[in-house]
Structure formats: structure tokens, C-alpha cells
């Protein structure tokens, strides 16, 4: 059984451990670390389930879930999730951001985006929250390319369910994965009237 608490807890644990937990071994030795580090009894079959290493559906134990949450520094799991339900770094909010909403522009419109290292795409406007890739260097978003957006936030990574390439549709692509949209501007204004 998953729930996002459980799966924040295996991230951060993930995170501290700093090494893989990819195969048999992996576990194995994870376990014993454990065990002789922090006294704790984890066993290499149930971190192989809790993992996903096995397929093997299961709500994990309350000890193994105390057992992590002391591992990365929380008294038990019951406070580990008190503690994600008061952290800032968890917590919904409203920020103040620079944006270029999709509804403000008109059919024609050029908007240029950029992130790091040395990103840059040029796009044009195409009614509807589509815009087609007229321009781009160091990505991988091609010429042609056409996607939806309502908005494009600076400073945010920009997340598209796909992009339309060659009649076909990609996966999901993020923009500025790291430190997100450096550049988000308007580069031409097409007056429609």
C-alpha cells in the first residue's frame, strides 16, 4: 500500500543513504548498515518490498516505518508525518512570480524562454494556449514543434503533458528542470486589428 507520506519517507531516506538501492546486494548491505549503525531491524526482504525491488504489494509495519524515520532523524513515523504537515517545504502557498499568461497574447505573438545552461526557444503564438517552436538552440524541443500552455512562470520549471511532433505526441517534457525558466519574455507583438 502507497501513500504520499510513505513514499516521502522512502525518498528521504533514499537521500540521506546516498548510495543505490538497486539491486539484492544494494538491500543487503543497506539492512546491516541498519542494523549495526542505528540498532534497527529492517530486513532486506521487506526493504526489497518497500522498495518496489519485488512485486509484492504490502502495507509495510509500523516498526519499519519508525525504524526509517529515526534513520533520518524524526523519533518515530507518527512525528515524521506530523513534521510534513507543518513544513514549509510541503506546504501549498501562493508565491509572487513574473509570468506571461497565455490569455494576454494574440495569434502571431513571439515569446522567447531560456534556461540553464544555455537553453533558448522561440515561439509562436497560436490561439487557443498553443504555441509552435519556430526557433530553439541547446534543447530539445525542436522546429515545429506545437504545444499547450496557459502560462509560462519564471523561475518555475515549465511542465507540458507532450509536445506534438510529426503528427505524433511525446512523452511528458519538463523545461528547466533545475532552477526553472530564466527567460520568459515577449519578443514580437502581431496587431491583429
Known sequence: MKSPEIEE???????????TLATST??????????NKYNANVSTSTLKRLYDYVGDEHKPRI?????????????DFSRFVAWLKTSPCYNSSFFNADQLMSSDL??????EIGWRPNRMVRLEYLG??????????NSKM????VFVTGCFIA???????????SGERT????????????IVRILKTCDNE
Open 63 to 75: 516498526s519499519t516505518l519508525n525504524a526509517l524515520s529515526r534513520y533520518i532523524g524524526h523519533p
Open 106 to 111: 494574440r495569434c502571431g505573438d513571439e515569446v
Open 142 to 145: 525542436l522546429f515545429g514543434d
Open 9 to 19: 519517507l522512502k525518498r528521504l531516506v533514499k537521500e540521506k543513504y546516498e548510495d
Open 155 to 165: 523561475e518555475q520549471p515549465l511542465y507540458l503533458p507532450f509536445l506534438e511532433r
Open 26 to 35: 544494494d538491500f543487503e548491505v543497506f539492512s546491516l548498515m541498519l542494523k
Open 128 to 137: 487557443n494556449s498553443r504555441y509552435t517552436v519556430i526557433e530553439s538552440s
Open 171 to 182: 512523452p511528458p517534457f519538463v523545461a528547466g528542470r533545475n532552477g526553472g525558466l530564466s
